[in-house]
């Protein structure tokens, strides 16, 4: 399994078993919640070109926010692949009318499971375990407060951010550092990577109302953009 940063959020390239899966791609300029004025955010960084990238067997989804779907990127790849997604997040693509085909975690051609334990109104802190038969790693750009017992991983890609909002906005988001390592301790992982760390801009309402700690330690590998790492 070889896995490769593309920019400094979440957005990867993951190989797996011959497979080329594009992950949670956003590379437009900015990406808003459901107004400009309640919530934007900019890339510091210039972007990748969906042209550039090599063509994905598969893409997969893991949030349906815009920062991990965001449409104006994914209606730049061919309506041809393949979209891996949990339902909720299928229903909003299926409006965009562009995408043929959808899979489900359970289906896909390589092993994918959500191990997150997470309530109904919780759309933020899923945790998914992605295996290509020898290696496995878990993916939470999030973190995540509560995962399906006896899993381990070799890699954990999760953030080390604690972004905190009002309990009305959805309270602590990325849940940080110290979940990071706790999650990491219950996987039993060798490796913690960061991911959707990323220093944006923000404007709106909810950048206003936010709270930002990014704190690291030696423990915490930081891939660059267009690095990558084989597992």
């Known amino acids: 399994m070889k896995i490769t940063k593309l920019n400094a959020d979440s957005s990867w390239l993951w190989e797996i078993n011959g497979l080329k899966i594009l992950v949670d791609p956003w590379f437009s300029e900015s990406q808003v919640d459901f107004h400009p004025r309640f919530s934007t955010q900019y890339h510091l960084d210039k972007q990748p070109e969906v042209f550039e990238l090599p063509r994905p067997d598969f893409i997969f989804i893991s949030h349906p926010f815009t920062d991990h779907c965001d ?3 994914l209606m730049k790849l061919s309506s041809e692949i393949p979209v891996i997604c949990l339902s909720v997040i299928q229903r909003k693509i299926q409006k965009w009318g562009h995408f043929k085909q959808f899979i489900s975690p359970s289906d896909a ?3 994918i499971q959500k191990i997150s334990k997470t309530g109904f109104f919780d759309l933020v802190h899923h945790a998914y375990l992605i295996s290509d038969g020898i290696s496995s ?6 973190g995540t407060r ?3 017992q006896d899993k381990e991983a070799s890699v954990l890609l ?8 009002p309990f009305y906005l959805g309270g602590t988001v990325n849940l940080g550092l110290n979940k990071a390592l706790q999650l990491a301790e219950q996987l039993n992982v060798k490796t913690v990577i960061s991911t959707h760390d990323e220093a944006k801009i923000q404007k709106g ?19 660059n953009p267009n690095e990558s790492l084989e597992i």
Do not use: D, G, W
């Not at 790693?137 to 999030?142: G, S």
């Not at 999760?158 to 909002?165: A, K, Q």
């Not at 206003?208 to 915490?220: D, G, H, P, V």
């Open 158 to 165: 999760t953030t080390v951010t604690t972004y905190e909002l």
């Open 137 to 142: 790693m878990c993916y939470a750009p999030h």
């Open 146 to 148: 509560k995962i399906v």
């Open 109 to 111: 051609p390589f092993q």
């Open 71 to 73: 449409k104006e990127t």
């Open 205 to 223: 309402i909810v950048a206003a109302l936010s709270k930002r700690t990014f704190s690291n330690t030696q423990e915490i590998l930081v891939l």
